[in-house]
């Protein structure tokens, strides 16, 4: 039987998703804001502001019809900025068939509350199963994966069946899904690790070279491990794909947005020039502005996280934020080795 699914978010990979979908012959609805973006998805079948020279699959459908990518869809991707996120699903409740299974593919943190997507997903679709929601994450970058470039991620959920359920939705012969019933886990790894590719950014923009930035991703791991385990997620998780495996690629990838960030912040260019000549979502810096407020809150300890939001939004120059980092007080390297959470299906 065909299986309909509905990707919600035409971005980069959105889209790139959608691409995997269709190529396993599934009924693909992407859904769009902006009609010109639809209707080149529909007669060119590209998408050239997010995917240039991508040519997609010829059975993906866009609309701006929200109503109508969701009638009766029993799977829903959800690729939206962690900026629209909320507003987002809240828009979705209504025409959400109550028994679909939702994931969603966001790496970030509302800014207001500091709650995770599925935590917004718990609240905002309280009338929903919280056992089939999901969350799709790891090392992908959407270019290599829209040309069907070998790729392998992680699905997270509660429960078993729905993990399974996207892994059969989405495994191809190019795109691999491991499962996994962190969630916590899978989504901070997600999310803090464009953090670390912001400093590393800044670090390869200053001309620093292999032993900075070996040097920030490792204790960029130890930093993502700390605040993770603080907020009950399974340490063995930062060790896998949602963690160490995307923090490597998004700190040494030239596809990676955040590290693309930081090398411009690096090299002297200001947090709004940045922004706008890349003209498209920076995960880190909300994602930055985000765990700072959580390490705050919890009184768990992030120094890189703090030296770049220092850089972002205090005007600290990156190479004093780097020099501090460097000058901190002397720790052991097992300072924080703790026993691993370990973390089993509900079902």
Not at 18 to 37: F, H, N, P, S, T
Request: hydrophobic share 40%; proline share 3%; aromatic share 6%.
């Amino acid at each position: 039987m065909t299986q309909r699914v509905a990707v919600i978010g035409a971005g980069s990979f959105g889209t790139a998703l959608a691409q995997v979908l269709a190529d396993k012959g599934c009924l693909v609805d992407i859904y769009a804001r902006r009609e010109d973006q639809v209707r080149e998805i529909n007669e060119n079948h590209t998408n050239s502001r997010y995917l240039p020279d991508v040519t997609l699959h010829e059975g993906i459908r866009a609309s701006s019809d929200l109503q109508a990518v969701l009638n009766g869809t029993p799977y829903v991707l959800i690729v939206m900025p962690s900026s629209a996120f909320r507003e987002t699903v809240q828009l979705m409740r209504p025409y959400l068939d109550p028994h679909a299974f939702v994931a969603h593919a966001t790496k970030g943190f509302d800014v207001e509350t500091g709650q995770r997507m599925t935590q917004i997903m718990e609240e905002e679709l309280s009338e929903h199963d919280v056992k089939k929601f999901a969350v799709v994450t790891g090392p992908s970058h959407a270019e290599e994966l829209s040309r069907r470039i070998p790729t392998t991620i992680v699905v997270a959920s509660r429960a078993r069946a729905t993990a399974e359920a996207f892994q059969d939705l989405l495994m191809t012969s190019y795109l691999r899904l491991y499962t996994n019933p962190d969630v916590v886990g899978t989504e901070l790894g997600g999310t803090l690790k464009n953090i670390i590719a912001l400093g590393v950014g800044f670090s390869d923009g200053l001309g620093f070279g292999d032993n900075a930035k070996a040097a920030l991703m490792t204790r960029g791991l130890t930093e993502i491990s700390r605040l993770g385990m603080h907020l009950g997620a399974a340490q063995l998780t930062f060790g896998g794909l949602a963690g160490v495996g995307d923090l490597i690629a998004t700190c040494t990838s030239k596809h990676s947005r955040n590290w693309r960030a930081g090398y411009a912040l690096g090299q002297g260019k200001s947090l709004d020039q940045v922004l706008n000549e890349m003209g498209m979502v920076v995960e880190g810096v909300r994602a930055t502005k985000g765990a700072y407020n959580i390490a705050r809150q919890t009184g768990v300890d992030m120094p890189i996280t703090t030296a770049i939001y220092q850089v972002l939004f205090e005007g600290k120059a990156p190479k004093a934020a780097v020099e501090e980092l460097m000058g901190r007080r002397r720790i052991h390297e097992m300072e924080e080795v703790a026993e691993a959470i370990r973390l089993d299906w509900q079902d």
